[in-house]
């Protein structure tokens, strides 16, 4: 069988070193004897796994003193409910910037809660991000809601935007500890783990204090974060393994360099693929804007910029007979996209961009 390297969307990849990890403490975690997935939440031993997460998210994003480190189950979905719950009751309306699908899907959920402001024109197709001095902010607003990186789009932001004063919140869902952030920045950080920082089933909530405390009272107590940091993430049965699996990913990045080193991973594998493609002298198309352009999710299409169907079947089935795998575009935009989150290295890539110019140099005319 030929190696496989996979450059899904998520659930994406996972350290190599991080699953031999796994294999050893599965059925005695901790010296316990038992395996995690059957040790108590209530038990000393799950109470040091979650302060110890919470140590190593702190210690990574030099998050400050005066934030809330929250792990809750309902992915980043579940935190576009949260957040409106949470957050809206300030004014009862909240500024969206919708760059790609996810934003616009946390858009329409907030709208269910409050009023929402969309900042910048409706559009239909995702390829940049306006410059900030067009956006219509409401100096009214809750909070400014953002999506640093748009995994299905590919559209990364690479500024933190002045929201003059007006809370700012992120989902990093799928840019997470992919480089180093000023945390002081956001009021509100969130993200889903199973891109960047572990499996599927937790989401990592980061918090300022004086946000707390003014949730809506319709707002169930598993969304809310004042109820889940005053239980310290252990309201009820909380996702452990998928809190354990993502503090053992946290780990690894320490142990590789941390977020510095893998920001210069992310520059340099992203740089491999976007500069095949843009030699490529269009045979290759990347949609996105160049200052926008992500370094998590490459999105591309093959033989002119609607691509050419089926030239890119060729190109995937091509692809999965040399163990390159999940390069399929989202359903909703088509076309290839290449996840290069920090767990794929810069040889899967290499094999990437070397069958990508291969794939060319047979079907250049």
């Not at 354990?244 to 977020?259: A, F, H, P, S, T």
Request: glycine share 8%.
């Amino acid at each position: 069988m030929v190696k496989i390297h996979n450059f899904g969307a998520g659930p994406a990849k996972l350290p190599e070193e991080v699953y031999d990890i796994i294999k050893n403490e599965l059925t005695n975690f901790d010296g316990t004897g038992i395996s995690l997935l059957e040790t108590s939440h209530r038990s000393q031993t799950y109470f040091k796994l979650n302060a110890e997460v919470q140590d190593i998210v702190r210690r990574l994003l030099n998050v400050p003193s005066n934030y809330k480190i929250l792990f809750m189950a309902g992915g980043g979905q579940g935190q576009f409910a949260a957040v409106p719950l949470n957050l809206i009751s300030r004014t009862g309306t909240a500024d969206y910037v919708v760059t790609g699908t996810w934003s616009d899907k946390a858009a329409k959920e907030a709208k269910k809660y409050g009023k929402v402001n969309l900042v910048i024109p409706p559009t239909d197709r995702y390829v940049g991000i306006p410059d900030p001095s067009t956006w219509n902010l409401d100096p009214n607003a809750s909070y400014v809601h953002i999506c640093t990186n748009e995994t299905v789009h590919g559209v990364e932001f690479d500024f933190i935007p002045d929201t003059k004063g007006v809370p700012l919140v992120a989902d990093m869902s799928s840019n997470f500890m992919s480089k180093k952030i000023d945390v002081s920045k956001f009021g509100v950080i969130y993200g889903g783990a199973q891109k960047n920082i572990g499996t599927s089933g937790v989401a990592l909530v980061i918090v300022r204090e004086d946000l707390l405390n003014q949730a809506l009272p319709i707002c169930p107590s598993i969304l809310d974060w004042t109820v889940t940091a005053k239980n310290d993430s252990i309201l009820n049965t909380p996702p452990m393994f998928a809190i354990y699996v993502m503090g053992r990913v946290l780990q690894w990045i320490e142990r590789k360099g941390g977020l510095d080193k893998m920001a210069e991973l992310a520059t340099k594998k992203s740089s491999l693929i976007y500069n095949v493609i843009e030699q490529s002298n269009g045979f290759y198309y990347a949609p996105v804007a160049k200052n926008a352009r992500s370094k998590m999710n490459v999105p591309f299409r093959i033989g002119s910029s609607e691509g050419d169907e089926a030239l890119e079947k060729e190109f995937l089935k091509g692809a999965e007979a040399q163990g390159l795998i999940q390069l399929k575009g989202h359903r909703m935009v088509g076309g290839i996209r290449a996840s290069i989150y920090n767990a794929v290295t810069i040889e899967e890539v290499e094999t990437l961009v070397n069958y990508m110019k291969e794939f060319h140099k047979k079907h250049s005319k």
